[in-house]
């Protein structure tokens, strides 16, 4: 069983604060497919857990198993798998940005080609419903964003940030994280986040505004059964 909430964060939003988004089959949660890709197992999934997981997937579906670190039953195909870092707010000089717009579901069409161009992780058509996302433009144009994904009680994981190939080095990722983590503070919540262990650049920042590293966690994809007979109980 988890010790702390972070330790199941999708588990614990969708059974917490963002329980009004869950779907459930089983013990098995997950978000609207159009809202995230994440879901939430059990700590200890067992056969029933993945049928269920199965069913409510649909057959050779492609799902999220953040921090799973186990191994996937027979008739599951792992297809994406890599090491990643969660860091906690050890300092953050949080703060107000003044150039930041608050983003909402007309800005949507523009959030998604920023994501598309950028790749910062899974944003779909309602992630925007998670929590407050702000941006920046400039001549009217979105040119950088960053908001709120997971909602464990008493936290908040600060995702999608990202910026304009052609603004990078300007410093505007680093604004909008400590003015997100502002809001997140304001509710008396502390922020959070996840990057990949590999990307350097990213952990290099976190560190620098004031994240530390808590745990190695694992981000894994796998690929349901063709045929619901072909699950092993």
């Given at each position: 069983?988890?010790?702390?909430?972070?330790?199941?964060?999708?588990?614990?939003?969708?059974?917490?604060?963002?329980?009004?988004?869950?779907?459930?089959?089983?013990?098995?949660?997950?978000?609207?497919?159009?809202?995230?890709?994440?879901?939430?197992?059990?700590?200890?999934?067992?056969?029933?857990?993945?049928?269920?997981?199965?069913?409510?997937?649909?057959?050779?579906?492609?799902?999220?198993?953040?921090?799973?670190?186990?191994?996937?039953?027979?008739?599951?195909?792992?297809?994406?798998?890599?090491?990643?870092?969660?860091?906690?707010?050890?300092?953050?000089?949080?703060?107000?940005?003044?150039?930041?717009?608050?983003?909402?579901?007309?800005?949507?069409?523009e959030m998604l080609d920023l994501?598309?161009?950028?790749?910062?992780?899974?944003?779909?058509?309602?992630?925007?419903?998670?929590?407050?996302?702000?941006?920046?433009?400039?001549?009217?144009?979105?040119?950088?964003?960053?908001?709120?994904?997971?909602?464990?009680?008493?936290?908040?994981?600060?995702?999608?940030v990202c910026t304009d190939p052609?603004?990078?080095?300007?410093?505007?990722?680093?604004?909008?994280?400590?003015?997100?983590?502002?809001?997140?503070?304001?509710?008396?919540?502390?922020?959070?986040?996840?990057?990949?262990?590999?990307?350097?650049?990213?952990?290099?920042?976190?560190?620098?505004?004031?994240?530390?590293?808590?745990?190695?966690?694992?981000?894994?994809?796998?690929?349901?059964?063709?045929?619901?007979?072909?699950?092993?109980?």
């Amino acid at each position: 069983m988890s010790e702390h909430v972070l330790d199941n964060p999708a588990l614990a939003s969708l059974t917490g604060p963002h329980a009004h988004f869950a779907e459930r089959r089983g013990r098995v949660l997950r978000y609207p497919v159009d809202v995230s890709p994440w879901l939430a197992l059990p700590d200890e999934p067992d056969a029933d857990d993945w049928a269920d997981l199965a069913a409510l997937a649909g057959p050779g579906a492609e799902v999220p198993l953040p921090g799973f670190r186990g191994e996937v039953p027979e008739g599951w195909e792992v297809t994406f798998r890599v090491e990643g870092v969660q860091f906690v707010d050890d300092g953050l000089a949080a703060a107000p940005e003044p150039d930041a717009v608050r983003l909402g579901p007309a800005d949507v069409p523009e959030m998604l080609d920023l994501v598309a161009r950028t790749q910062p992780g899974p944003f779909e058509r309602r992630t925007v419903e998670l929590g407050t996302y702000l941006g920046i433009r400039r001549d009217g144009a979105l040119i950088a964003m960053a908001g709120e994904r997971l909602r464990p009680p008493g936290w908040t994981e600060i995702s999608a940030v990202c910026t304009d190939p052609a603004h990078r080095g300007e410093g505007l990722a680093t604004r909008l994280i400590l003015a997100v983590a502002h809001g997140i503070r304001e509710r008396g919540e502390t922020p959070f986040l996840h990057t990949g262990a590999g990307n350097t650049d990213a952990i290099r920042l976190y560190e620098s505004l004031g994240f530390r590293p808590r745990r190695r966690t694992a981000f894994l994809a796998a690929r349901t059964p063709e045929r619901p007979g072909a699950l092993v109980t």
